[in-house]
């Protein structure tokens, strides 16, 4: 209970910071600023401007200063959902409980929204109170190099590329580390970045986010197979129609699981420079583990 109360203040307070950096509604063009706030709001978990900020108090610092983080690393994933549903990548009609963006304004408005929503994340992440081991151009430049081609956007054209192959298990944590633990990982070292973390403290919650990732992304492929779309509030079973690789599909689910558990021991063993202080990344990562959906 302690945490859902806590995941439910965070999420309230990122919500209230998304809702005065994006553009409202009745700003023109209306249609594009409409569709971008529809997929904003559409009720997502918030885990990674979560961690942003809990990473940011891990380290001493406040959720004012890590707050314009959380929300360019929001509007980011966002971004990619949007274009991952879209009909010539993963086809997918349903997102967060609800049609999906295109389905509701069309697939050229639905593109050139998730163009916006990356572009407005620099826009928010320029407006970020420079800490004094990391100035602007550092944080920009760390959430450009988890979204760019050598990452987030890397991983998507490997996963497209890998559909209806047999990959090998490297290949598929390669697609998993970019497509899923890159951002993820880039979401908590700007909380750090924010706070001024050491070099030692970026360091641990950089093993601390690769590890969280990708047990986040066996989860993910794990509930994929076992839960209903209804559950999810996204297609259950699109990966195995669309002849993904998967973690239970190259491991089983036994050996996924036990991957999953293996990771989150690795996340909470990289935390313990923090002592006390890294209590709610550590209940994060459990939580991670344990979600239904």
């Known amino acids: ?6 995941l439910t203040q965070r999420t309230k307070v990122v919500d209230r910071a998304l809702n005065r950096f994006l553009p409202k509604e ?10 971008m706030r529809y997929s904003i709001f559409a009720g997502g978990k918030r885990l990674r401007p979560v961690l942003t900020l809990a990473a940011a108090e891990a380290c001493g610092g406040s959720l004012d200063a890590a ?3 959380a929300c360019a690393v929001e509007c980011i994933h966002t971004y990619s959902l949007i274009h991952d549903d879209l009909p010539c990548m993963d086809d997918d009609d349903l997102r967060r409980g609800r049609p999906t963006n295109h389905k509701v304004f069309g697939d050229g408005v639905a593109v050139l929204a998730g163009d916006a929503l990356l572009t407005v994340a620099f826009e928010i992440l320029a407006k970020a109170a420079p800490s004094k081991r990391y100035g602007t151009a550092a944080q920009i430049t760390e959430l450009a190099h988890a979204s760019g081609s050598r990452w987030l956007v890397g991983g998507q054209v490997a996963d497209l590329e890998g559909e209806g192959k047999k990959l090998s298990g490297a290949d598929l944590q390669y697609i998993h580390r970019c497509k899923t633990a890159a951002l993820l990982t880039s979401s908590i070292r700007l909380g750090a970045m924010s706070a001024n973390a050491t070099p030692e403290q970026l360091k641990a919650l950089t093993t601390f986010g690769q590890s969280v990732g990708l047990a986040f ?5 794990i509930l994929d197979v ?5 559950k999810l509030g ?3 079973g699109k990966d ?3 002849q993904k690789a998967t973690y239970p599909a190259i491991h089983g689910l036994e050996k996924s699981r036990k991957e999953a558990h293996r990771l989150t021991a690795l996340a909470h063993r990289s935390l313990a420079i923090f002592g006390g202080k890294g209590s ?3 209940a994060l990562a459990d939580y991670l583990l344990a979600r239904e959906y």
């Open 1 to 6: 209970m302690e945490l859902a109360a806590y």
């Open 26 to 35: 009745t700003v023109k063009p209306v249609t594009l600023h409409k569709a």
């Open 67 to 69: 707050l314009p983080a």
């Open 217 to 221: 992304q066996v989860i993910d492929d």
């Open 226 to 230: 076992t839960q209903s779309s209804e």
């Open 234 to 236: 996204k297609t259950a």
């Open 240 to 242: 195995v129609h669309a």
């Open 280 to 282: 709610d990344l550590r």
